[in-house]
């Protein structure tokens, strides 16, 4: 069944008929079942298809692949297909599609993959604003495979040291033509798995701009339901890690002095290829094929493996590197059987508040193996998400959930982080859900909550199995108590705008609240910028967020004379007693005359006041509202309409024969 030939919301055709801007090379092998679903979403691209150019290059499909290909191309004309034998990988086609392609830019596209409608629209565009070498998309994993890295911001110049660009080095995205050309970059063929490595790190280290894409998904990477993607195979283990040691690490060596820099993206490399093989790969092979995979991987780990690049890797994999690098062999099977059949142990927390992982052998002197290879102290980072937030009586209530993973947190505590002082309120806690109150009557240690801006933080303690060796007290610690972590988080809403749009809703609105004996006071919520941190303000600090901010009135006045004055206005929290009253206030001399006022409450903390005068002291006046509660008192300008202006009354001055009132 042939794909749609013409998309929907396509851009207008190219007016002078210029050559093909894109060239999308697709390597086909015996992905039939997914054809009509990865070059159809080449076809129904938004860039207009006379822009585009589709070079599909089977390689020695039996699957029917190759006939459905070329009847494609009655429907599409910017489909060009091209047969040839078996190549064993995806190097060899790509190649074949390089060396016939015209457009000024190449997008690689795997046949059981898609694209999004737009992306190559957006993402040529990008590389033409920028001069881009490298373009980027941001990538989506789908039916059950992972998105390698997530590329949600976008950025017009980056380098492989200040994104994470290097965590993929796979060929699907979008590169200048010219630029590979120039720099002689081709894929390494007839392998099944890490061709694109070499060609991924050239193209990064010699680019002179590297953009990304990040807000639009642009590549969906699907996952197969037989498992068959060339990345879930068996291999002969030890020739690729000959490879990677000959043919990929060389090229960083070669490209990156000694350093820092150079450290970053090895810690690539042994995520992805040097230690990758030793999990379910490695304990799958007999005592034999295990130990020839280890010293197959020796070399690499003896040659690469810096101090730098041992502290960046988690326990785990460091475990596997120091294991491989002395030839324990004993030790690398239970780190990987510990990871691959069955979690770790429990984390070991000791008195010093250094958390070990729970692999075996920690501190056993017949293997010998550092303290340091399995601390993950500062890999203890808090996920934590406040889902709720309302007032209630002049009450605050926060709920979210957070943890410590991989300790068991026992107990939570909401912090109030001001200038000079810090105050805890205990929250209930179910080791994932948590719930707090804060009542500014009582949230200073059960005294009222000084004026001022509090920042809120959740705060989990965590306690573990000790990790000493007997020689301190009886409960495995230095005897002070139980060992335990504790971290704390900014509270950010699950539901906050984005950076630069004020928040809304009822919670941000600010309101008046109670503190006890200390009298009402006025308190409002916001959001720090640019990170969007919840913050609390109370008092005279609240005068960035004033109440009374939708306090608009008119004035009207009938043949006789007489003026009503009617003002509406929300006031949360307003206490029951206080007197609200309307008066009239001189800018330039600073007097006031005050009104009789009536004051009907409604729902929804809603107010309508209203003063009624016949005559007054004559002038030009300004209309104010004044609250008063207890010990506080504000005046609120009264606005007219929707716009800042000030409502005004003008009153006459009485005639000459009249007394004036």
């Known amino acids: 069944m042939p794909v749609p030939a013409t998309p929907p919301g396509a851009t207008p055709p190219d007016p002078d008929g210029a050559a093909p801007l894109v060239s999308v090379i697709v390597p086909v092998h015996n992905t039939r079942p997914y054809l009509a679903r990865s070059l159809g979403s080449v076809f129904a691209q938004t860039l207009d298809q006379r822009r585009i150019e589709v070079i599909a290059v089977d390689d020695g499909s039996t699957d029917g692949s190759a006939d459905w290909l070329t009847a494609q191309v009655r429907h599409h004309p910017n489909l060009t297909v091209i047969r040839q034998e078996a190549s064993g990988g995806a190097g060899r086609p790509r190649n074949a599609g390089l060396d016939h392609a015209t457009g000024a830019y190449v997008f690689f596209l795997d046949s059981d993959d898609r694209l999004g409608p737009e992306a190559l629209d957006r ?81 990064l280290l010699h680019a002179d701009t590297v953009s990304v894409l990040g807000d639009y998904d642009c590549y969906y990477l699907h996952g197969r339901p037989d498992d068959s993607n060339a990345s879930r195979q068996d291999l002969d283990w030890c020739a690729y890690l000959h490879y990677i040691g000959t043919d990929v690490l060389p090229l960083v060596e070669g490209g990156v002095p000694p350093g820092p820099d ?41 040659r690469h493996l810096t101090e730098g690049v041992l502290r960046a890797l988690p326990p785990g994999l460091r475990l596997r590197a120091h ?108 080791g994932e859900r948590w719930r707090a109150s804060v009542d500014p009557a009582t949230a200073a240690d059960g005294d009222p909550l000084p004026d001022g801006t509090w920042g809120l933080k959740i705060a989990l303690t965590a306690h573990g199995a000790d990790d000493t060796d007997g020689a301190d007290g009886a409960d495995g610690t230095d005897g002070t108590g139980p060992a335990a972590v504790h971290r704390a988080a900014w509270l950010v809403p699950e539901d906050a705008p984005a950076p630069g749009e004020p928040p809304d809703g009822p919670a941000y609105t600010p309101r008046i609240t109670g503190r006890g004996p200390a009298g009402p006071t006025t308190a409002a919520l916001f959001l720090s910028r640019p990170h969007g941190h919840l913050h609390l303000t109370l008092g005279r600090a609240a005068t960035e967020h004033p109440l009374g901010t939708d306090l608009r009135g008119t004035a009207t006045t009938t043949r006789t004379g007489r003026t009503t004055l009617t ?5 949360p929290g307003c206490p029951p007693d206080a007197a609200l009253h309307l008066l009239l206030h001189d800018p330039r001399t600073g007097r006031t005359a005050a009104l009789r006022t009536a004051v009907e409450p409604a729902a929804d903390d809603r107010y309508t006041v209203r003063a009624r005068l016949r005559g007054g002291p004559p002038g030009s006046w300004q209309v104010t509202l004044r609250l008063s509660a207890g010990p506080l008192r504000l005046d609120l300008p009264v606005r007219t309409g929707d716009g800042p202006a000030p409502l005004t009354v003008t009153l006459p001055r009485p005639p000459r024969w009249l007394p004036s009132r």
């Open 262 to 302: 150079r450290d970053r993206l090895l810690v690539r490399h042994f995520h992805g290829e040097i230690l990758m093989p030793f999990a379910a790969p490695y304990l799958a092979r007999s005592l034999a094929g295990r130990r020839a995979m280890a010293e197959a991987a020796r070399p690499l780990v003896a």
């Open 323 to 430: 294991c491989l690098r002395t030839a324990d062999h004993d030790a690398l099977t239970a780190v990987v059987r510990a990871d691959t059949g069955a979690d770790p142990g429990p984390p070991r927390i000791a008195p010093d508040g250094r958390v070990h992982a729970g692999y075996p052998f920690f501190r056993d002197p017949a293997h010998g193996i550092p303290d340091s290879c399995y601390d993950l102290t500062d890999r203890i980072v808090m996920r934590q998400r406040l889902t709720g937030y309302r007032w209630a009586g002049g009450v605050l209530h926060l709920r979210g959930t957070a943890a410590l993973p991989p300790l068991d947190a026992g107990s939570a505590e909401v912090l109030l982080r001001g200038r000079t002082a810090e105050h805890r309120i205990p929250a209930q806690y179910d």
């Open 123 to 203: 993402l040529t565009r990008m590389a033409q604003a920028h001069g881009s070498d490298v373009v980027y998309g941001r990538i989506v994993g789908a039916d059950g495979r992972p998105a390698p890295v997530d590329l949600h911001t976008t950025r017009a110049r980056v380098t492989p040291f200040d994104s994470p660009v290097y965590w993929t080095l796979a060929a699907y995205k979008l590169f200048r033509r010219a630029f590979l050309t120039q720099h002689r970059l081709r894929f390494v063929e007839g392998r099944l798995l890490a061709e694109d490595l070499p060609f991924g790190i050239g193209a």
């Open 567 to 571: 003002a509406h206005l929300t006031l």
